[in-house]
Nanobody, 122 residues
Framework: VQLQASGGGFAQAGGSLRLSCAAS????????MGWFRQAPGKEREFVGS????????YYADSVKGRFTISRDNAKNTVYLQMNSLKPEDTAVYYC????????????????WGQGTLVTVSS
């Protein structure tokens, strides 16, 4: 499966952005999806995940209550709604796909999108 992330851009602190991750192929609905981010000078970190059916999500503590992951399997797309943005959310955001259940470890994911940059100003 090929993944294409989009929707990044600039936002002020307290604002919102919605990222999308479009997948190619007819088997998108069997993949569990994850969002990761990498801030300048830091390692890539887990943001959140959603299972193949969309009924189960999990978030990093740093974004819990502010970010929401959803998916539309009919559109082969997963979303990351980011609210109450903070300057520390500034990063390149990546979507990733795997089978066999969602995971927090990036090494568990088989397919990655190219990343989209989010910049939050104070």
């Amino acid at each position: 499966v090929q993944l294409q992330a989009s929707g990044g851009g600039f936002a002020q602190a307290g604002g919102s952005l919605r990222l999308s991750c479009a997948a190619s192929g007819r088997t998108f609905g069997i993949y569990d999806m994850g969002w990761f981010r990498q801030a300048p000078g830091k390692e890539r970190e887990f943001v959140g995940s959603i299972n193949w059916g969309g009924g189960s999500t999990y978030y990093a503590d740093s974004v819990k209550g502010r970010f929401t992951i959803s998916r539309d399997n009919a559109k082969n797309t997963v979303y990351l709604q980011m609210n109450s943005l903070k300057p520390e959310d500034t990063a390149v955001y990546y979507c990733a796909a795997k089978k066999g259940g969602p995971a927090t470890r990036e090494g568990s994911y088989d397919y990655w999108g190219q990343g989209t940059l989010v910049t939050v100003s104070s």
